[in-house]
């Protein structure tokens, strides 16, 4: 039998791991399956020009993953038994199993409601695209003068504000952070965010933790309510459920902790990349939730089976960030450089030229998903007979 790889969720990580394993690996060899439950790719780094009433290119999975060996299997994730080494999953004809060898776990993250009341029931997300184009229909009914709110001060709600404001000048649109506008940014970079929130018109609203959202208003923790006709909610994400409900070390967030090479430390025929994973960084600090992070883990990840698999050499590639790339609407952009382990240089990139250089990295992010057999050279090695025969557990030591 061909070593069974299952890959669940088709973001950035989990493709760009299937289309990378598929040019590592003989095809007579491996049986490689992606489980996602929306048939086209979803650009996550573009949600809030979605919501703010752009059209994104369709993307759908049968073309991108066409002749590569992969196969798609369009399904939604209900439970992982990694004992008995298996995923359970529903389509539109039921309930099924899968059975896998290798495991490649990037079911991603979902918003983050921090448990704050009246969250879920009144705010509008941007982390999905279901919760992108509810937004949007409801931007597009909004009247001159109605007011926007955004809750959270990352880079999530800056590209939100931003995005909204330059598209609906009309609108008041606010943001509301538990710290300083930017306060993670270089003093440059600070400066250039003001300027550009001034220039959209857009209130921000410093140190002002939301305690409560009505349909109406949000609550600051000081006693203020800030008006809102429509409360957008960015305050980080949170992982997929399924992962803590399994036998996999997690984290108390429900991360899956990972070695260098992406590996469950508790299982190792699972991998785990993206956002699900708890891998460490330079400084021995946790990798932040990011396609930054994320695309060079699903590399990690990918050349390991490979290598494990094949008897070939394990990589060994520190994963480092170099910068933080904002998008300030279609016109304006903010790149702020940073250290190895995120912490902001005084170098920025500012205005146009920060805009342009943000859409090449996201139009490059979309390319190397949208083409997994280009951008690197095809090795397909053959997985050695004992290995296969074996399973992961025969190169726990590889």
Not at 303 to 308: E, L, N, S, W
Request: hydrophobic residues 45%; positive net charge; glycine residues 12%.
């Amino acid at each position: 039998m061909p070593h069974r790889i299952i890959v669940l969720g088709a973001g950035y990580t989990g493709a760009i791991a299937a289309g990378r394993l598929a040019k590592r690996l003989r095809r007579e060899d491996v049986a490689i399956t992606l489980v996602n439950a929306e048939p086209d790719f979803v650009e996550r780094v573009r949600m809030h020009q979605l919501a703010a009433g752009q059209d994104l290119k369709p993307r759908p999975f049968s073309e991108m993953f066409a002749g590569t060996g992969v196969e798609l299997r369009l399904a939604k994730v209900t439970s992982v038994d990694v004992d008995r080494r298996t995923v359970a999953v529903t389509d539109p004809n039921g309930a099924g199993e899968l059975a896998y060898d290798t495991l490649v776990y990037a079911l991603g993250s979902g918003w983050n409601t921090q448990g704050v009341p009246g969250t879920a029931e009144h705010a509008y997300e941007i982390a999905s695209r279901p919760g992108a184009l509810r937004l949007r229909a409801r931007l597009a009914r909004l009247d001159a003068g109605q007011t926007v709110v955004v809750v959270g001060g990352g880079l999530t709600g800056l590209e939100a504000a931003t995005e909204i404001a330059e598209a609906r000048p009309d609108l008041d649109v606010a943001l509301a952070a538990d710290g300083g506008l930017g306060d993670w940014l270089s003093p440059k970079g600070r400066e250039h965010l003001r300027k550009v929130f001034g220039k959209l018109g857009i209130t921000g609203y410093e140190h002002a933790a939301v305690t409560g959202v009505d349909a109406d208003r949000v609550d600051i923790a000081d006693g203020r309510a800030i008006p809102a006709t429509v409360t957008v909610w960015t305050t980080g994400f949170a992982v997929h459920p399924i992962a803590k409900a399994t036998a996999l070390k997690v984290t108390g967030t429900g991360q899956i902790v990972v070695d260098g090479t992406m590996r469950s430390v508790s299982h190792p025929d699972v991998y785990a990349v993206g956002d699900a994973a708890c891998a460490m960084g330079p400084g021995n600090k946790p990798l932040r939730m990011s396609c930054a992070s994320g695309t060079p883990a699903a590399w990690q990840a990918a050349d390991a089976i490979a290598a494990r698999l094949t008897g070939g050499k394990l990589p060994n590639v520190p994963i480092r960030y170099f910068n933080q790339c904002i998008s300030l609407g279609r016109n304006d952009g903010l790149i702020q450089y940073v250290t190895a382990d995120d912490r902001a240089v005084q170098a920025v990139l500012t205005g146009r030229l920060a805009a342009v250089y943000k859409e090449l990295v996201c139009k490059g992010a979309a390319w190397g998903v949208a083409n997994p057999m280009l951008g690197l050279p095809t090795r397909r090695r053959r997985i050695t007979a004992e290995r296969a025969a074996a399973g992961p557990a025969a190169s726990v030591l590889a």
